[in-house]
């Protein structure tokens, strides 16, 4: 069974930085492209960030480009999100999801992790 | 990027069919076959029900089924159940390699 679980979630300061984690499990992650999409409460579904499986293509939404870093550790079968520099805008809940095989969409998803930007 | 324009909401009895359109552009919607439609439940994490602009994964309803015209893309439900009532949003592949989703459908069952 695919299972995605995030954590690393909390309440961060404006400025400050945070690392989320997505654990993989139940496919073989190396082979799979995966995504960061976040949802701001109350409103909709917001794609941030791709990484390609062997982690040499990246893609970020104009929101987070330059703040935010995406990568992938085949061997921990672990992607991550360092949050560098958020804003409240940032607040979120943050999911993973992993795209088909070969395809541009996104057929598993973590339940997703809190993250709350507030002084 | 703006988002891919959704009607806010819909709204159906139980046994009829709905449909939900998307509109992008020809950078997006309209320039690959690569639309998705998820829906989500509040509280939930999205769960994918058509992908490629028609095609259903394993175990989604034949009730759902996507088709594209142009910049527009739509979600069709028939034999509209009480358990559909959720929110359902579109998404595309864009020229620039990122992805973008609509606003969002919140889908009522009368």
């Known amino acids: 069974e695919v299972q995605l679980v995030e954590s690393g979630g909390g309440l961060v300061q404006p400025g400050g930085s945070l690392r989320l984690s997505c654990a993989a499990s139940?496919?073989?992650?190396?082979?799979?492209?995966m995504n960061w999409v976040r949802q701001a409460p109350g409103k909709g579904l917001e794609w941030i960030s791709y990484?390609?499986?062997?982690?040499?293509?990246?893609y970020y939404a104009d929101s987070v480009k330059g703040r935010f870093t995406i990568s992938r550790d085949s061997a921990k079968n672990s992607l991550y999100m360092q949050m560098n520099r958020p804003r409240a805008e940032d607040t979120a809940v943050y999911y993973c999801?992993?795209?088909?095989?070969?395809?541009?969409?996104?057929?598993?998803w973590g339940q997703g992790t809190l993250v709350t930007v507030s002084s | 990027q703006s988002a891919l324009t959704q009607p806010a909401s819909v709204s159906g009895s139980p046994g009829q069919s709905i449909t939900i359109s998307c509109t992008g552009t020809s950078s997006d919607v309209g320039g690959y076959n690569y639309v998705s439609w998820y829906q989500q439940y509040p509280g939930k994490a999205p769960k994918l029900m058509i992908y490629d602009v028609s095609n259903r994964p394993s175990g989604v309803s034949n009730r759902f089924s996507g088709s594209k015209s142009g910049n527009t893309a739509s979600l069709t439900i028939s034999g509209l159940q009480a358990e559909d009532e959720a929110d359902y949003y579109c998404?595309?592949?864009?020229?620039?390699?990122?992805?973008?989703f609509g606003g969002g459908t919140k889908l009522t069952v009368l």
């Open positions: 999801a992993r795209d088909g095989l070969g395809g541009w969409y996104m057929d598993y």
């Open positions: 139940g496919f073989t992650f190396s082979s799979y492209s």
């Open positions: 998404s595309s592949y864009t020229s620039s390699s990122t992805r973008i």
């Open positions: 990484i390609s499986s062997s982690g040499r293509t990246i």
